[in-house]
């Protein structure tokens, strides 16, 4: 047998979903391809495009088995730096992803392709004199044509940034250019023009003085800022210093946060044109805004998760937005947590790395509460505006209309009377169903450990999603024999229906998924609201954010006890984020705001906390809670996940995974089916491991891959591990 070769070979990562890496042939005897360049290679009947990740290392492949690579891309430039590769490769051991996949999400979608090459750098436009003259007079008749010239007046603006303006930017340009008001440059690096923003508050100045008076290496810091307290302020400060030595900045955002408000507020007052890497923008301006970041061209990268993994070579601090947000953590493919990867960047480049949150993860919390993260208080609005006051409204005591107490209805006529503004807001996130008794308020709980149950409807079983328990759903409720049992849960639709009969003549905007999946409508819908006039907007986790409406000075927040009693540990979490969330939405300016929070558990504890000692105190009792119950993030967890479109299939095959699970601290439950079970006539299970630390959970799933990939019910099913899971 001839274990024994001296090949020398280019070890290739593949975009398939398989946990391993392809070794090749350079293209041509004596090529050096680097680690992080793109090679395209025969795979089975297909071309693909791979990344090298190793290059004249010995093969354990003799070399008459081993195909030749087709051709090295790029002229052989590596795309992604050794640091960056370093990242990935860290990140498909630590999520247990294939490889190849994992560096994929790195590469921007055009790139994926073999005949994709990089940009050369574009064009960037600037005022000429005539346009500067321009500028002074009236808008004239051409009110899109003067809105560019405006923007350009704050400096040259880059084809990437011009994409940002709309669809109609190309049309609009070549009328000024036409005109002689605007010319175009070649690109060089931005460079910043810092324009004074307010005069800091105290709380801000003490922030950004512990920031610059530390040195700037790795550090996480955790900026815990209420609602309009000025986070963004401080990250426009931090960012200052950062830009003006030439370095670089990242700023990730949750989906919902990137606003072109808060690109202008970047723009305008840094003075310079960030580049934004989303999912939702086109591939070729994808492209460009990841070479311009990439050349370092750019200084300030904006955008959501997939920015991630954006090249930048002169990176000098990371700021993440609403650290807490649930958008951080892929949940398909690669399950990456954008939070935890974004603190891995900065310690592996040495660099500062600032987690901003009004209501911090408990994550976060506890590596600040252990001294892990440096933790910085906001405590008071950078405005005058006051904090929201809190009611809670008994619905024991309340007459009810389809889900609105009589006396949110009362406070709902009122505030409208007064031609101000009321937000209906209905929590459906973390969303896990549970069966309650509409009389007494009983809610069930699983014997061996104390969770609540999750009331799978289709299957009428309630199952235990801690240690896996199942039992039948009880017809009567076992505490008071009342014919009373319910999931608890209205929809959006319905209320919209309720409120509408309630309140005729009342516009009545409802802000969810469905109704505002057309391109306008959400912005048509936003601009009704800011007109003013008394309206009642009804949504869900889309109005919690982001959005300033002056006018709205009532918040009613309708069914929180599904979140008090959900069977997802994390749902009570999730509860407090967004009712502060959803508060901070209420009386942002010269009016005072109220919120109010009606249940059936006026007396829930967490909730009284919350209320009375705001939302520090109430995440340090949940994280105590956690504690107690050694859950995350006091333990540390992981799922396998299985679906298919036989439910044995899925149960067996997940069986027979428990059954190889290795011996070791780390312990796994299960099979039992996820909350949501049938998606798509597919069912979906899982097994839950969980140990006291992350090392042993693991080297256990490490050593448990082989003998996992080697069960022959595995091609019969779908699987995936998810560390660190968010979701059940
Ligand atoms: P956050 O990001 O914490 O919600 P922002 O930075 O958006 O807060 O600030 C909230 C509002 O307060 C904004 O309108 C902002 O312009 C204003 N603001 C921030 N800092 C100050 C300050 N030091 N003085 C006056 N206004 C401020
Ligand atoms: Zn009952
Ligand atoms: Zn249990």
Redesign the pocket.
């Given at each position: 047998m001839n274990t024994h070769t001296t090949s020398r070979v280019l070890r290739v990562a593949l975009p398939v979903p398989l946990a391993q890496l392809f070794d090749y042939l350079p293209a041509t005897d004596g090529q050096f391809a680097p680690a992080g360049a793109r090679v395209l290679v025969p795979f089975g009947r297909r071309k693909l495009v791979g990344i090298v990740v190793e290059s004249g290392v010995p093969s354990s492949v003799p070399e008459e088995r081993l195909l030749r690579a087709l051709a090295l891309l790029d002229e052989g430039q590596p795309l992604l730096d050794a640091g960056l590769m370093g990242l990935l490769a860290w990140c498909w051991q630590y999520y247990k992803h294939a490889p190849g996949e994992v560096l994929q999400t790195a590469l921007p979608p055009a790139l994926r392709k073999p005949d994709a090459t990089l940009p050369p750098a574009p064009a960037q436009f600037a005022l000429t004199a005539e346009g500067e003259a321009r500028l002074q007079l009236p808008t004239g008749r051409a009110p899109a044509q003067y809105a560019l010239l405006q923007k350009l007046a704050l400096g040259p603006v880059s084809e990437i940034g011009l994409a940002l303006e709309g669809p109609r930017w190309r049309t609009t340009l070549a009328r000024l250019v036409d005109q002689g008001w605007v010319h175009s440059a070649p690109l060089v690096a931005s460079e910043p023009h810092i324009n004074p923003?307010?005069?800091?508050?105290r709380e801000?100045r003490s922030v950004v003085n512990a920031f610059s008076s530390g040195d700037s290496h790795f550090q996480c810091h955790l900026l815990d800022?209420?609602?309009?307290?000025?986070?963004?302020?401080?990250?426009l400060h931090l960012l200052e210093p950062v830009l003006k030595a030439g370095k670089q900045g990242l700023v990730l955002v949750p989906e919902i946060g990137l606003t072109p408000q808060l690109l202008h507020?970047f723009r305008q007052r840094l003075g310079l044109d960030p580049v934004v890497i989303h999912s939702r923008i086109s591939q070729g301006e994808r492209l460009g805004a990841w070479e311009a970041a990439r050349s370092g061209r750019s200084r300030l990268v904006i955008g959501t998760r997939s920015a991630l993994f954006t090249p930048m070579p002169a990176l000098g601090l990371i700021i993440l937005?609403e650290e807490h947000d649930s958008s951080f953590k892929q949940q398909e493919g690669f399950r990456f947590s954008a939070r935890d990867v974004a603190v891995k960047r900065a310690a592996d480049l040495d660099i500062p790395v600032v987690l901003?949150s009004?209501t911090p993860s408990l994550e976060t919390l506890n590596n600040a509460q252990a001294g892990r993260y440096t933790w910085h208080r906001?405590r008071q609005?950078?405005?005058q505006a006051a904090l929201p006051t809190w009611r809670i409204l008994d619905m024991n005591q309340n007459s009810r209309h389809q889900g609105l107490a009589g006396g949110a209805v009362e406070l709902m006529a009122e505030t409208l009377s007064r031609r101000e503004q009321v937000m209906v807001f209905l929590n459906r996130r973390g969303w896990a169903p549970v069966l309650m008794c509409e009389e007494c308020g009983w809610h069930a709980l699983c014997e061996r450990c104390d969770s609540n149950l999750t009331w799978h409807r289709s299957a009428a079983r309630l199952c235990c999603h801690h240690c896996g328990h199942q039992r039948r759903v009880p017809a009567l409720c076992p505490n008071c024999r009342a014919d009373a049992l319910s999931g608890a849960g209205e929809g959006t639709q319905q209320l919209e229906r309720a409120i509408q009969e309630r309140f005729p003549g009342v516009p009545v905007l409802r802000f969810d998924r469905d109704s505002t999946s057309r391109k306008d409508s959400f912005s048509n819908q936003v601009e009704q609201v800011m007109q003013g006039g008394p309206c009642i907007l009804v949504g869900t986790q889309m109005l919690a954010k982001g959005h300033?409406f002056p006018d709205v000075t009532l918040v009613v927040v309708v069914n929180i006890d599904q979140a008090l009693y959900s069977a997802d540990f994390r749902a009570l979490e999730r509860l407090g984020q967004t009712l502060l969330q959803v508060s901070?939405r209420a009386g942002r300016e010269e009016k005072p705001g109220s919120v109010i929070l009606q249940t059936f558990h006026p007396d829930n504890e967490s909730l009284a906390l919350l209320i009375s000692r705001g939302y520090e105190a109430f995440a340090l009792g949940q994280l105590e809670e956690r504690r107690l119950a050694q859950l995350p993030p006091v333990t540390f967890q992981a799922l396998l996940r299985a679906e298919a479109l036989i439910r044995k299939d899925v149960e067996l095959f997940l069986s027979a995974a428990a059954e190889s699970f290795p011996q070791g601290a780390a312990r796994v439950f299960g099979p039992m089916p996820a909350i949501k079970e049938k998606v798509a006539g597919r069912y979906r299970m899982y097994l839950l491991l969980q140990s006291n630390t992350r090392a042993e959970l693991h080297q256990q799933i490490d050593s448990w891959l082989i003998p996992l990939q080697a069960l022959p019910l595995g091609r019969k099913v779908r699987w995936a591990i998810d560390v660190d899971p968010q979701e059940l």
């Open positions: 923003g307010p005069v800091l508050t801000q800022g209420v609602t309009g307290s000025g986070k963004t302020e401080v990250y507020r937005d901003g009004a906001l609005r950078a405005t300033h901070g």
